[in-house]
T-cell receptor, first 114, second 110 residues
Framework: DTAVSQTPKYLVTQMGNDKSIKCEQNLGHDTMYWYKQDSKKFLKIMFSYNNKELIINETVPNRFSPKSPDKAHLNLHINSLELGDSAVYFC?????????????FGPGTRLTVT | GNSVTQMEGPVTLSEEAFLTINCTYTATGYPSLFWYVQYPGEGLQLLLKATKADDKGSNKGFEATYRKETTSFHLEKGSVQVSDSAVYFCALNRDDKIIFGKGTRLHILP
């Protein structure tokens, strides 16, 4: 019974392609996040959704578009992939109202753009 | 602005050694502070937290105390094990946003 799951775990694709990563949580949380972790392990927030509403949108190229069909799902679509998009992407979730640092992370999706 | 600074790694220790990973923060007001751990090939897991000054968070033998006067939240463990090898992230929550430090990689040698 996985709490936060992501698919796929690995994604290898060529420059210029469009790809999606899916995230689902079964914890009943109302807030979900996407993070990007680079090769040096630096972790940066990209987006946050609360009850399907976008609440954090960091400086991310508009080739990245999140979509939250419901509270339990947050997908990330990436258009026109570039070499610099290669990274590990983590989904996370939490309850609003609690300190939002208490987040639960998925296992990550390793994206490699060639 | 809000930020977290933690010691650069990698940190390499022998099993049963004492561990300290330094973390200092800059923030307006009173943020909540956290340590997360990332084991190889996995996502981050919350290790411990403290929500106000002088709080001590503890879990799995790890401890950290929220020091407002020194704006620090250093992670300590009295006797590390090989299984503690991982990347450790200090983080703060302020204004509904979590900010992570750059992570410290820890290697424990048997």
């Amino acid at each position: 019974d996985t709490a936060v799951s992501q698919t796929p775990k690995y994604l290898v694709t060529q420059m210029g392609n469009d790809k999606s990563i899916k995230c689902e949580q079964n914890l009943g949380h109302d807030t979900m996040y996407w993070y990007k972790q680079d090769s040096k392990k630096f972790l940066k927030i990209m987006f946050s959704y609360n009850n399907k509403e976008l609440i954090i949108n960091e400086t991310v190229p508009n080739r990245f578009s999140p979509k939250s069909p419901d509270k339990a799902h947050l997908n990330l679509h990436i258009n026109s992939l570039e070499l610099g998009d290669s990274a590990v992407y983590f989904c996370a979730s939490s309850f609003s109202g609690r300190p939002r640092g208490e987040q639960y992370f998925g296992p990550g999706t390793r994206l490699t753009v060639t | 602005g809000n930020s977290v600074t933690q010691m650069e790694g990698p940190v390499t220790l022998s099993e049963e050694a004492f561990l300290t990973i330094n973390c200092t923060y800059t923030a307006t007001g009173y943020p909540s502070l956290f340590w997360y751990v990332q084991y190889p090939g996995e996502g981050l897991q919350l290790l411990l937290k403290a929500t106000k000054a002088d709080d001590k968070g503890s879990n799995k033998g790890f401890e950290a105390t929220y020091r407002k006067e020194t704006t620090s939240f250093h992670l300590e463990k009295g006797s590390v094990q090989v299984s503690d090898s991982a990347v450790y992230f200090c983080a703060l929550n302020r204004d509904d946003k979590i900010i992570f430090g750059k992570g410290t990689r820890l290697h424990i040698l048997p």
